[in-house]
């Protein structure tokens, strides 16, 4: 499937085997319900197969799911998101360098508010100053958002701490787990990274052009990577135990579709309030902080109305990140 996106015949596949799980259906009259050929329905149910999607071929009779398949495919997604605009068109990809880069690309081309990009596996995920995202294959939740709000560029702060709650209250209710936000855009369970959240924009003097928001949540990685593994972990590890990556998403894209409708109607105030009730970071913690050009201890003393973070350093003196790095200094 290279790094195109996923044909939509491939998504009517997946549709089809699902809605008619129970019984064995013919290649013939699969071919014809999707518009392909017989050869092309045994090409794309290899390509299933290999992501892990369980159909099970019977000799001269054809093809029956055996579980439901754990693919973030549009078909799956869009009737449990009722009215939501996130999400009213999706694009999928088996394979892709970036979704934020995909999405960055369709923005600027005009995509609707409301488009989200996902895509099984990343080859060059990428997290704030540049680092790599680990986007192990079906194994996490790798998607983009386009946002166009009618907001100035001061208020981007406040978008990424909103994305921030909505993946908190999102993971909260998905798997009852503990969650902590670390400001701006880490969600953390038990010390541990377990999402994050990379907003980028196009923006002119007083004007949002429009806003990626870069989601990436770690769901069913059986292990992190040795380098990673002391900072990053996965809602699998934590709960032991695997979670549907499509009822993530679905509740990540309503909650995102509530927390952003709040942003727009009522403002900074109620986000950045909820946003400092649900993290521990917000105020009277002590933190490093790794800035372009510094690195310090500070004690963090809340978020200032635009959502950046008021911190104090040791001389006393109070001011404000923008942006910045910052982790928890234990004594």
């Known amino acids: 499937m290279g790094t195109a996106a996923t044909d939509r015949r491939i998504d009517k596949l997946i549709s089809v085997l699902v809605k008619n799980a129970t019984v064995v259906l013919p290649g013939p009259k699969i071919a014809s319900q999707i518009g392909v050929t017989r050869s092309t329905v045994w090409n794309y149910v290899g390509k299933l197969r290999a992501l892990g999607v369980d159909i099970q071929g019977h000799t001269s009779s054809g093809y029956q799911l055996r579980t439901l398949p754990d693919i973030l495919a549009p078909s799956l997604i869009q009737p449990e998101l009722g009215d939501n605009e996130i999400g009213r068109k999706i694009i999928h990809y088996f394979k892709i360098d970036s979704t934020s880069n995909v999405a960055l690309a369709m ?55 909103m994305a921030g709650l909505a993946v908190h ?15 701006p855009n880490d969600l953390m369970v038990h010390g541990k990274k377990v999402s994050g959240i990379l907003t980028e924009m196009s923006a002119e003097l007083g004007c949002l052009h429009h806003v990626v928001l870069g989601i990436g949540v770690n769901v069913n990685h ?40 709040l942003l727009k109607e009522k403002g900074n105030a109620p986000i950045l309030r909820a946003w400092a009730e649900a993290s521990t970071y917000a105020e009277g913690k002590t933190v490093r ?22 911190i104090r350093r040791e001389d006393g003196r109070e001011e404000s990140l923008f942006s910045g790095e910052i982790t928890e200094v234990n004594r």
């Open 107 to 161: 923005a600027t081309q005009g995509a609707p508010e409301g488009t989200v990009v996902l895509a099984e596996e990343q080859t060059a995920g990428r997290g704030r100053f540049g680092r790599k995202w680990h986007s192990e294959k079906s194994s996490g939740i790798y998607s983009s958002i386009i946002l166009r709000p009618k907001l100035s560029p001061a208020d981007a702060p406040a978008i990424t701490l």
């Open 222 to 261: 059986k292990s992190i990577p040795a380098d990673l593994a002391s900072i990053a972990t996965s809602l699998g590890i934590e709960g032991k135990r695997n979670y549907s990556r499509a009822q993530i998403l679905v509740s990540v894209l309503k909650e995102l579709e509530k927390h952003y409708t």
């Open 169 to 183: 209250r999102a993971l909260t209710a998905a798997t009852g787990l503990t969650f902590d936000i670390r400001w």
């Open 289 to 310: 902080v790794r800035t372009g050009n510094e690195d310090f201890e500070a004690v963090t003393a809340g978020l200032d109305p635009t959502g950046m973070l008021r």
